[in-house]
């Protein structure tokens, strides 16, 4: 569970990361220093959101000299923020949707869930099984009564995240898969990509980041590949311009802080 954990948080941690870049895609960063004890943390359409091993759920309050995180109602252990709202999952796979500063519950069980999409909602069960909510469903639901036609796909997969040219995902083999979805939740199907990982996460701007089961960041740059060979919507998942080592992590969670290299910035230390 440790492993996990720390696998989730440094994931996390990168996506967060990109969601807060200037244009010049440099990879400038700074350790977050006012919390501690993070399991998991979310960025989206310039919102973050966080839980930490107590899943206590909280948001990050951008602050003219100093950013505050600022404490959520109520006990979660998997929360996201995107195009469709904020959502979570808490301790026994209730879905729950923020709404007017409380949590809604809504109907289903997730393990995870990822708003990350085009304001669609997905996510897996214990079972691994794979659901989606169309837009209309996840932007219009208010509470009790309104529909909520969740939509199981084929596969398995134990966590996945989508962005605006797909979504991608890991199974239980650490094999990863891509899929192209609308948001009326019409699939494409699933296919598979070169390499393992443990676990993937999708940014805002269709960049995708994993982390392999020994630490090692990788990276799928929107936009940043020559002739266009990166995530871009002609070219959704990708072709040689391969996943991308940008850190490694070692021993896995042995360090309070999580730095990025960048030749952009080569004062960071080679880790």
Excluded at 31 to 37: A, D, G, P, S, T
Excluded at 82 to 111: M, N, Q, S
Aim: glycine share 10%; charged share 15%.
């Amino acid at each position: 569970m440790q492993l996990y954990r720390d696998i989730v948080g440094a994931i996390a941690l990168v996506v967060l990361i990109l969601s807060l870049l200037t244009a010049t895609h440099a990879w400038n960063c700074k350790e977050v220093k006012n919390i501690k004890n993070l399991m998991q943390i979310d960025a989206g359409q310039g919102h973050v959101v966080a839980t930490d091993t107590n899943e206590i759920p909280y948001y990050l309050q951008r602050g003219f000299i100093q950013d505050e995180w600022i404490r959520i109602p109520g006990f979660v252990k998997h929360i996201t923020v995107g195009p469709a709202g904020t959502w979570c999952v808490d301790r026994t796979d209730r879905i729950f949707k923020y709404l007017e500063g409380k949590w809604v519950h809504a109907e289903g069980f997730l393990k995870q869930v990822d708003a990350g999409g085009d304001q669609f909602i997905v996510g897996a069960n214990m079972q691994n099984v794979p659901f989606c909510l169309k837009s209309s469903a996840a932007i219009g639901y208010k509470g009790p009564g309104s529909p909520l036609p969740w939509k199981q796909f084929p596969g398995s997969v134990k966590y996945y995240s989508c962005g605006p040219f797909g979504c991608w995902a890991v199974n239980k083999d650490e094999s990863i898969i891509f899929m192209n979805l609308d948001r009326d939740c019409q699939y494409s199907g699933w296919s598979n990509i070169d390499g393992m990982l443990s676990m993937i996460e999708v940014a805002t701007d269709g960049s995708v980041f994993g982390v392999n089961s020994v630490g090692d960041i990788y990276t799928r740059m929107s936009g940043q590949c020559i002739k266009g060979r990166g995530v871009t919507l002609w070219n959704r998942a990708g072709t040689s311009c391969s996943l991308l080592p940008i850190t490694h992590l070692f021993p896995l969670g042995s360090s309070p802080a999580v730095y990025l290299r960048s030749p952009d910035d080569p004062s960071l230390p080679d880790l």
